[in-house]
């Protein structure tokens, strides 16, 4: 009897220690005085209940929660270190001021110092660039100013950004800096292929990232990896209309950082100005920067400009001068079962440097053909050294 008695006695306390160990809180925005209105500002609720859920100090959980509406944000910065993990569950939709100019600190939406951190919930986030964008002058002005980014990362560590709809953001929509441990899954980000510096994922000084499922239709590039990237995996990007999947520019500035390990792998292009694309600008630096350690897999080009490029004399604006040296050593580049259409008349180019030639650069099973006005496709090599296996339509100019 007694015996029978401490079982059910310990099996109880069992399952109570199961359950406050998964125990998790909400902090609904409501309850801190969110309205779904479409004009009221949210942003002090926001803040109030981000506050409070980064606080609190149970077992599982902490989710800020914002239910279906439309609510008026102005710009939010979300700080760590917070106690528990951190779950940002958007469910509805998130507005962004229209003026530009009505942005103190740069971006809008800005995650600071979390480590374990879920942002996504099936809701969108609505940038409202369209008037922003008459006044993005970078093309023409180097010390143009810099507008705001939707959702910006800086040093989180072991992060999961999931199920979100990034509409028009003013400049980027998603960038990464000094994270680690990241998944970011199931995003479709669109912007008119017009509209400028639109970049849908940006990413530097972060290793450890994965980028999967994700539709990105813009005007600047899908994917940008930039200085200090490492150790990335992209898969099921859909990338179209926009600038391609791009590694770089690099070589630009002192204290820059190399790139490398990176695989992009079962992704489609639809009508982008680049398919894969690795670019540097010429410069004499300090110090030598390596972009290594690269496998393009399983890629197909639907009707793209400039299908596969290596550019080591990048410029994107004025003033272009030549220099005629590089200070970035690119290596270890893997093509492999590349398919589909260029509207152009090059399929591959590689344009390296002569005082820091392309090393192994592989090409396996190539098979890029004309579509639009194009009648025939050519690759075209500078400075590049690696080798071919299996088909390669157009013929290959690496040896
Ligand atoms: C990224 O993918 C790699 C290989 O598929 C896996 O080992 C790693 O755990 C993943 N990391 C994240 C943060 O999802
Ligand atoms: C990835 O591969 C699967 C299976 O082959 C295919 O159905 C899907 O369209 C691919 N995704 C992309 C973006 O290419
Ligand atoms: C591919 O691009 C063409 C035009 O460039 C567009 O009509 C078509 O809908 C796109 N395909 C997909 C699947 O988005
Ligand atoms: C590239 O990969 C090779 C083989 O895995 C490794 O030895 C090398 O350190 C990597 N290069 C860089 C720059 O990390």
Request: aromatic share 8%; hydrophobic share 35%.
């Amino acid at each position: 009897m007694g015996a029978k008695f401490l079982f059910v006695l310990s099996l109880l306390v069992c399952i109570a220690e199961a359950h406050r160990q998964i125990q998790n809180k909400l902090f609904n925005v409501i309850n801190y005085g969110a309205r779904s209105d479409g004009n009221t500002d949210n942003s002090a609720a926001f803040l109030k209940a981000w506050s409070d859920a980064c606080r609190w100090s149970g077992k599982g959980k902490a989710t800020v929660l914002i239910p279906q509406g439309t609510y008026m944000l102005k710009e939010v910065v979300f700080s760590g270190p917070c106690n528990a993990w951190m779950n940002f569950h958007i469910e509805g939709l998130l507005k962004a001021p229209s003026d530009p100019y009505s942005f103190k600190n740069g971006d809008w939406i800005n995650f600071r110092y979390v480590n374990k951190l879920t942002v996504g919930g099936g809701g969108i986030l609505y940038g409202q660039g369209s008037s922003a964008w008459k006044t993005n002058d970078c093309k023409k002005n180097s010390n143009c100013r810099s507008l705001p980014i939707t959702m910006k990362f800086d040093f989180i560590t072991n992060g999961y950004v999931h199920d979100m709809h990034s509409i028009d953001s003013k400049q980027s929509h998603f960038v990464l800096f000094g994270c680690e441990n990241m998944l970011l899954r199931g995003l479709k980000i669109t912007a008119p292929k017009d509209s400028p510096n639109t970049d849908g994922i940006k990413i530097g000084m972060s290793k450890g990232i994965n980028i999967s499922s994700v539709n990105i239709g813009t005007g600047d590039d899908c994917i940008a990896m930039l200085s200090g990237t490492r150790n990335v995996r992209i898969s099921d990007v859909f990338c179209g209309p926009g600038h391609g999947i791009s590694v770089g520019s690099l070589g630009g500035n002192e204290g820059e950082e190399d790139i490398d390990d990176i695989v992009v792998k079962n992704c489609t292009f639809n009508g982008t100005s680049n398919g894969v694309r690795i670019k540097s600008w010429e410069s004499q630096l300090k110090k030598t920067l390596v972009v290594s350690n690269f496998t393009y897999e399983d890629i197909v080009m639907n009707n793209v400009q400039n299908p596969i490029v290596i550019d080591q004399d990048y410029c994107s604006h004025p003033p272009c001068i030549k220099k005629g040296v590089s200070s970035v050593q690119i290596s270890n580049v893997a093509y492999k079962n590349i398919r589909g259409s260029g509207n152009t008349k090059v399929a591959a180019s590689f344009e390296c440097s002569q005082n820091k030639p392309c090393q192994n650069i592989r090409m396996e099973n190539i098979n890029l053909w004309p579509s639009g006005h194009s009648k025939k496709l050519n690759n075209v090599c500078l400075f590049v050294k690696g080798a071919t296996y299996g088909t390669q339509n157009p013929p290959s100019c690496i040896k």
